[in-house]
């Protein structure tokens, strides 16, 4: 009988007993920790639990703390897991968020703990698993994720996120630990994991100003499961890089925002223009250093929004300039969006992904999963079915078989110029592997020809050569248990079998527990499936997170630790919890209902 995989999530695959580093208070410059709450410093608290004692270091939202670098006085190779205290009355909008990274090269990562609920009287630390490295030499550097709001240096001119630390737990490694560690880290028979980066939120959410902070959204996927990271490069004409032929996000000239995040996110691009910090150039770069394939992504109907989201329109938009290149819906009225019936409207967009193929890019993807219908009424192709099969289609139900096969045409006809640019390019370039063409596509072959996407053309004419269906669910719903009968996705096996095609279903919806993800991988796994997608697999606030979920996401192309687990019962994964005994000078054993 085959023993169960051993189980590396988390800290769990290791034998050692841990060691619990407290005293948070220990950390450096001194000047950068107070025992009162203080701006442009840390708060330092004493706690205890019935396990053991500290002191814990906070920062509000206001507090714009500093970085302070903890001494971790330890050799070898360690796993690293943080203690932190969510409290259940966050700010709106906000949770906790820690800014982590070990002394030496390298940017930070950030540790995001989602809200928690109320509890009554009891107050908890949660446990997050952080890395395992070799930690000789080396300290440990916290700081609280802060975005300058407004100018000045007064209460609001600094926006950040709650940052409240307790521990630093550490779990020394025997020898043959660091042997199974840097050979998993090594091999790449897991590494079978997409993730989806939408490039935008990070600068709405934390005004990025630096490369550095562009390299922390890419840090997280390091010496985990994930072959690719799928950054936008943009959205219709909005491009996320220098771009010579479009317009980039910096919205010059406009005052004013439907959102707070939306005016971070023109000054971030505002101020990384005037510094020469291309984007998507420091992305695709640390994604080479980090190990990674990096793969552009493109909204293809992006090019027109309704307000009160029409900053997205603001400056010399091809939208107000080419009016003719718009839709036509069943009544002859032009719609809100171009159509790719236009020969013109194709090219244009080819002319951007040929421009975004001059970077270090593996591939491009095209995002069919937002604001479609790309092809509807338009005047020649009214006329070009008529003349085929001598009926008007206005006069069909909009479904009508023969109509939408014939419209899904105008895309595959779009694919087949794509491909030729792409390999036009990789000639030209004398690259030594072919770009990559993948596409993000709805739930099955009759919602795709709805929208004139025709998946099974594109693999057997060699069009793609990676499919991710968004959703088993329709309409891209992203709320919906996606996958639950893994048979959902034999649509897409069967037309990619005995292809070069990629079938990598997306994962939805984005936050769920680490157990309810093991389920859906392995019912994936034993369908056929080799390779799952993750949109929205940001850091911070998306999936890259270091909670739980993010410890089994890490390593969810490790077949054997899912089938083992499953098999021993499918044990609870949640992280270690600590309930508080004191906090301050308060017993929290002394409730006070009300």
């Known amino acids: 009988m085959n023993r169960p995989a051993a189980d590396f999530f988390g800290d769990r695959g290791f034998s050692q007993p841990p060691i619990y580093l407290t005293d948070l208070d220990r950390g450096t410059p001194v000047g950068a920790l ?8 840390w708060r330092t608290l004493p706690y205890s639990t019935d396990d053991f004692s500290g002191v814990m270091l906070l920062a509000g939202p206001e507090t714009a703390a500093p970085e302070v ?3 971790l006085n330890v050799t070898g190779w360690h796993a690293v897991s943080i203690g932190v205290y969510p409290f259940w009355s966050e700010p709106e909008g906000r949770q906790l968020e820690l800014q982590l990274k070990l002394t030496g090269p390298g940017p930070f990562t950030v540790l995001s703990h989602p809200r928690v609920p109320f509890a009554g009287h009891a107050e908890w630390l949660h446990e997050m698993f952080w890395d395992v490295a070799d930690l000789t030499g080396r300290d440990l550097v916290i700081a609280q994720p802060t975005a300058r709001s407004s100018p000045g240096d007064g209460p609001g001119s600094f926006l950040g996120q709650p940052a409240r630390i307790a521990y630093v737990k550490l779990v020394p490694l025997t020898s043959a630990e660091v042997r199974a560690v840097t050979a998993d880290r090594t091999g790449n028979k897991t590494r079978r994991l997409f993730a989806h980066q939408d490039a935008h939120g990070p600068h709405s959410a ?3 100003t630096s490369a550095a902070e562009i390299q922390r959204e890419v840090e997280p996927y390091r010496d985990t499961d994930f072959s690719r990271l799928y950054w936008e ?9 220098f771009t010579q032929i479009g317009r980039i996000p910096t919205y010059d000239g406009l005052e004013d925002f439907a959102r707070q995040t939306d005016r971070f996110n023109a000054e971030s691009w505002r101020i990384l223009r005037d510094h020469g910090v291309d984007p998507l150039r420091v992305a695709a770069d640390h994604a080479r250093d980090v190990g990674i394939e990096f793969h552009a992504s493109y909204r293809v109907a992006g090019f027109h929004y309704p307000p009160p989201l029409d900053h997205f329109n603001h400056g010399d938009a091809v939208y107000n300039r080419r009016p003719e290149w718009r839709g036509v819906d069943r009544k002859g009225r032009r719609t809100p969006r171009f159509a790719y019936t236009f020969p013109e409207v194709r090219a244009y967009v080819i002319s951007l992904l040929r421009e975004v193929a001059q970077y270090p890019v593996d591939g491009i993807c095209m995002l069919y999963n937002r604001r479609l219908p790309l092809v509807e009424y338009e005047p020649q192709l009214v006329e070009g079915f008529r003349t085929a099969h001598g009926v008007d289609p206005r006069t069909l139900d909009s479904l009508d078989p023969a ?3 014939y419209r899904s045409g105008v895309l595959t006809q779009f694919h087949h110029e794509l491909r030729a640019a792409m390999d036009e390019e990789t000639r030209r370039q004398g690259r030594s592997r072919r770009i990559q063409v993948s596409a993000v596509v709805a739930s099955s072959e009759a919602e795709n020809l709805k929208f004139g996407v025709d998946p099974r053309a594109w693999v057997g004419e060699g069009l793609v050569d990676t499919l991710i269906p968004y959703s088993s669910a329709p309409n891209f719903n992203s709320s919906v248990d996606a996958w639950a009968d893994p048979r959902a996705i034999d649509y897409f096996l069967n037309i990619a079998r005995g292809s070069n095609t990629i079938i990598a279903p997306n994962m939805m919806p984005r936050q769920v527990s680490p ?3 093991r389920r859906r991988a392995s019912g994936l796994y034993r369908a056929g499936v080799q390779h799952l997608f993750f949109w929205d697999c940001a850091g911070g606030s998306g999936r890259a997170n270091y909670a739980d979920t993010w410890s089994a996401l890490r390593r969810l192309g490790h077949k054997d630790e899912i089938e083992g687990w499953r098999a021993g019962g499918e044990p609870d994964l949640s992280s270690a919890r600590h309930e508080m005994r004191s906090l301050g000078d308060w017993n929290l054993d ?5």
């Open 233 to 241: 490069c943009g959205s219709g004409d909005l491009m996320n890089y």
């Open 515 to 517: 157990e309810h993800l």
């Open 590 to 594: 002394y409730q006070t209902p009300g």
């Open 206 to 208: 934390w005004r990025l």
């Open 69 to 71: 670098t903890y001494h």
């Open 403 to 405: 109509w939408i096969r």
């Open 34 to 41: 107070s025992p009162e709450p203080r701006r442009h410093s």
